[in-house]
């Protein structure tokens, strides 16, 4: 164990990563409810989405594990399964099979970028006033999650967003888990994270608040392992039903979403060298793989998570976090019930978002604020990633901001040209092509 995670060389232990893997699985097993939920309003049998979304999940998070030892997890993301079930297979009218389709082609371009110095080029080029920009607005937007699900941040008609009710018997528990988190970080106390989520359902349970009416354990049943009709239907169907700007969307989302929350989480946990990450490519094929043999099960594009970095603040530091989260996985699909009871009530994981997106903040002080054509574009990825709930979008609006201010400040040539190509991309994207 200790030749395939390093585990002293990163200054870590088994004990550590294993309640790391824990902390990002409570964080993130929300995903075995939500999407299901999510893609069913397509027509997609709830059961066949549960298990593709597990399914997904281990593939692509044991990859990440053992073969680029990233506490990283891989899971289909939220906001891209949304788009796939209300504007892909949704408004667009397209059959679902013919969108997961799409999803297949869009994994496979996905697959053949990862396998090429492409991506890790894209890594190098990106300069360090926008990887610490994405890392702080994904804190940013990880922790206005977590406001918005324990009810202490609520909308509001006409500024938005306000202060809820704080004495709402969730938002309560969720306030009081977040003071004996934070206490518990005070103290210095390995595993605060846990231990706060341990606190918070203790007393919902105790509360009558966390309930198991389902029971605990059921046995699933493994989903259809086709969705469409071969992989070549898939790349027709694109073609007949000119589904381009759609693989082109998810594409480029999962591009961008995936390497900006790679870099967000490696820079956390100290992983980044001289800027760049080791074992790129497999960090990338992990993803890439989980997209393609997702789309063949039935789920909507994958992507890295950002509560991988709760496990990161837990201490977690090699792939063997990614190990344990891709176990617990695979023994959630016996547990459905009572993972869906856990996962239900926000107010439990909910704090540690909210720590977690303080803690990414951090990476604020590298940038040099002093230079205003490298901090606006860093200040604007950190703005927009939580006001859109997108991290594509911020990342996006960064790329675009970065390389025109630049050129007018007289350094255009310190550019690197693949900013300039994915700056188009973007600006064509955000103006004619749908958003995720």
Do not use: C
Not at 18 to 34: E, N, R
Not at 38 to 59: H, K, R, Y
Not at 92 to 107: I, M, R
Not at 398 to 407: E, N, Q, S, V, Y
């Amino acid at each position: 164990m200790e030749k395939r995670f390093e585990l002293r060389a990163r200054g870590t232990n088994v004990p550590r990563e294993v309640l790391a893997g824990v902390t990002t699985f409570l964080t993130m097993v929300y995903i075995v409810v939500v999407n299901p939920i999510i893609l069913s309003q397509a027509g997609v049998p709830f059961q066949q989405v549960f298990m593709a979304t597990i399914l997904a999940t281990v593939i692509g998070t044991l990859w990440m594990g053992l073969f680029a030892n990233y506490p990283i997890a891989i899971a289909p993301g939220m906001g891209m399964n949304a788009y796939f079930a209300f504007a892909v297979a949704g408004s667009a009218g397209v059959p679902y099979d013919v969108a997961f389709g799409a999803v297949f082609v869009a994994g496979v371009l996905f697959l053949l970028l990862s396998l090429t110095r492409f991506r890790e080029a894209l890594i190098r080029a990106i300069p360090d006033n926008l990887k610490h920009g994405i890392t702080a607005g994904i804190g940013l937007f990880i922790a206005f999650i977590g406001l918005r699900l324990s009810g202490i941040v609520t909308k509001h008609p006409e500024n938005l967003v306000t202060l809820g009710d704080l004495r709402a018997p969730a938002t309560a528990l969720a306030l009081g888990g977040l003071l004996v988190t934070a206490v518990l970080f005070v103290l210095r106390v390995p595993g605060a994270l846990f231990f706060g989520m341990v606190f918070t359902g203790a007393v919902a349970y105790g509360l009558g608040m966390l309930r198991f009416d389902d029971g605990f354990v059921s046995v699933p049943s493994m989903p259809e392992w086709l969705v469409f009709e071969s992989p070549w239907q898939a790349v027709f169907d694109v073609v007949q039903h000119g589904l381009y700007a759609v693989v082109f969307s998810f594409l480029l989302v999962t591009l961008f979403d995936t390497t900006g929350t790679m870099i967000a989480v490696a820079e956390q946990a100290g992983l980044l060298k001289n800027g760049t990450m080791p074992r790129v490519q497999h960090a990338l094929l992990a993803d890439s793989v989980a997209t393609t043999v997702g789309a063949m099960l039935g789920t909507s594009p994958t992507s890295a998570y950002i509560e991988s970095s709760t496990g990161v603040a837990a201490g977690g530091r090699t792939g063997l976090t990614a190990v344990v989260v891709a176990a617990l996985f695979i023994l959630s699909a016996f547990f459905a019930p009572a993972v869906s009871a856990v996962a239900g009530l926000a107010a439990i994981t909910a704090p540690a978002l909210i720590v977690v997106g303080s803690l990414m903040l951090q990476s604020l002080r590298h940038i040099r604020w002093d230079r205003f054509e490298e901090a606006f574009p860093a200040f604007l990825i950190a703005l927009t990633m939580p006001l859109t709930s997108s991290i594509a979008t911020g990342i996006a609006l960064g790329f675009i901001a970065h390389p025109l201010l630049m050129l007018f400040s007289g350094r255009g040539r310190t550019v690197h040209p693949l900013l300039w190509l994915f700056a188009a991309l973007f600006l064509v994207q955000l103006l004619f092509l749908p958003h995720v």
